[in-house]
């Protein structure tokens, strides 16, 4: 059974298109795991279809005119012409599931992360990362591997934390984590994440500042390492 | 906590009864658009898909971004999808209103997150699938064991008559490509894109179908 969500306005935000694509991978995959987020997510982006489309329609008269001088000047049908030219359609994507391989243990990726490209997989004592890139500056994805028996230090972040477990399980002193749970800690937060059976994650961070200050560098060199 | 939501979402919709009859007359005639264009590749009823929605993907993009350049490109992007991928479209899980805006949602987002990280990866279509999950796995290897089953048969007997003819005499006559267009008068090219149009919606049905 899956505990922790994501809040309701990421889950907006992730139906608009809004969140950087660090986090919408996170949100995707949980949502293929949570049939409630799912339909909170549908809701939200039928919600926002209307008030696009619809809502602007149903104000019948004055929309027309405004739909016209939209494009006033513009030749719609070369537009068309241009655009209905070629006769190719877009087959759905074959299922190309994506396994990977960490430590002599497999995993099938979620869809959202099948076209990303990882860094080759660093590895200190139990825990063991590969960095996904994605280019977002200061936001920064990884894999996180704990080997059963594996916990990470106690660190804490300035920025936000987001750890999404994908497989197997951890806990720290707030509960025990399952697949699927979408964990998010701000710098209020410490935490000491243990597994005992070991776990795979997925995880977002925004720490530019906290790690590029030497000093805490220096204090805190696992939170480097791991997020 | 779902309730909340639900309740918030409701009292925001408020339409008269008027308007509510007026949108479904509307849906209705946009669901049909789209399977022409799915079908029929009919560039008539993409024209009517066109004037209904460019103009309004053009105001919202320009007043979300903020730059009419970029909205045009959004709107040239989304309905050169909406041309490509109207196969997709699915009249039992959504309005056409959603599912134009889910494209253009997509496109928007592989648009700015290429200006912003310069990545072309188009990562949309993995964050939100067209076609649910469910109905993509293993839609090929269930169409082989699945060729010669009722269902199958169910599926194509629901393909428009031109994408039926072609589907059987390829399939179950065992004709080539050349000898059907020959057979029905037709340009190869026309039974290539036919069969192409038959194969994607019979993959979608019998996918969805688990
Ligand atoms: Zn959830």
């Known amino acids: 059974m899956i ?14 298109g809004e ?33 696009g489309f619809n809502g602007v329609s149903s104000h019948a008269s004055s ?7 939209v494009f006033a000047g513009i030749d719609i049908d070369d537009l068309i012409a241009a655009i209905t ?46 960095r996904v890139e994605l280019g977002e500056g200061e936001i920064r994805a990884s894999l996180l591997q704990i080997q059963p028996g594996g916990s990470v230090p106690e660190h804490t972040h300035k920025g936000f934390e987001l ?34 059976e070991g776990c795979l994650c997925y995880t977002v961070s925004n720490d530019a500042q906290h790690f590029t200050q030497g000093i805490n560098k220096l204090l805190n060199p696992f939170g480097s390492f791991i997020y | 906590m779902g ?26 005639a946009l669901a049909d658009w789209l399977q022409a264009v799915a079908n029929e590749r009919s560039k008539a009823a993409f024209t009517h898909l066109f004037k209904f929605f460019a103009p309004k993907i053009q105001r919202i993009a320009a007043s979300k971004y903020g730059n009419e350049t970029l909205a045009s490109e959004v709107v040239q992007e989304t309905m050169s999808n909406v041309w490509r991928k109207a196969h997709l479209f699915n009249p039992d899980k959504g309005s056409p209103t959603t599912w134009v805006y889910t494209v253009m949602r997509n496109v928007s987002f592989d648009l700015l997150r290429k200006i912003k990280t310069k990545k072309e990866d188009n990562l949309s279509d993995d964050f939100w699938p067209l076609v649910e999950s469910s109905e993509a796995e293993d839609a090929d290897s269930q169409f082989q064991d699945h060729l010669a089953s009722k269902e199958v048969m169910r599926c194509i007997d629901t393909l428009p008559e031109e994408q039926k003819c072609v589907v059987k005499g390829f399939y179950f006559m065992e004709m080539s490509q050349e000898q059907l267009a020959q057979h029905l008068g037709i340009p190869l090219g026309t039974v290539k894109s036919r069969l192409r149009l038959a194969l994607a919606k019979l993959k979608q049905q019998i996918g969805g179908e688990k």
């Not at chain 1, 190719?88 to 869809?111: H, S």
């Not at chain 2, 939501?5 to 509510?20: D, H, M, N, R």
Request: include cysteine; proline fraction near 4%; glycine fraction near 4%.
């Open chain 1, 3 to 16: 505990s922790c969500h994501p809040t309701q306005e990421m889950l907006e935000k992730f139906a608009n």
């Open chain 1, 19 to 51: 969140l950087p694509a660090t986090l919408a991978a996170a949100v995707s995959i949980h949502a293929e795991m949570c049939s409630e987020c799912k339909a909170q997510i549908a809701a939200y982006t039928e919600q926002q279809a209307e008030s």
């Open chain 1, 63 to 69: 929309a027309n005119v405004n739909d016209e001088d």
């Open chain 1, 85 to 130: 030219a070629t006769d190719e359609i877009d087959i759905a994507l074959e299922d190309k599931e994506k396994t990977i391989t960490v430590k002599g243990k497999e995993y099938v990726l979620p869809r959202a992360l099948t076209n990303m490209t990882m860094s080759n997989w660093s590895s200190i004592g139990k825990l063991a990362r590969s």
């Open chain 1, 163 to 196: 750890t999404l477990l994908l497989d197997g399980s951890f806990e720290d002193d707030m509960g025990v984590y399952g697949p699927g749970d979408f964990i998010v800690l701000d710098g209020k937060h410490t935490h000491n994440p243990v597994s005992h």
């Open chain 2, 3 to 28: 309730q909340t939501v639900t309740s918030s979402l409701q009292s925001g919709a408020k339409a008269p009864k008027t308007i509510a009859m007026k949108e479904n007359t509307e849906h209705q």
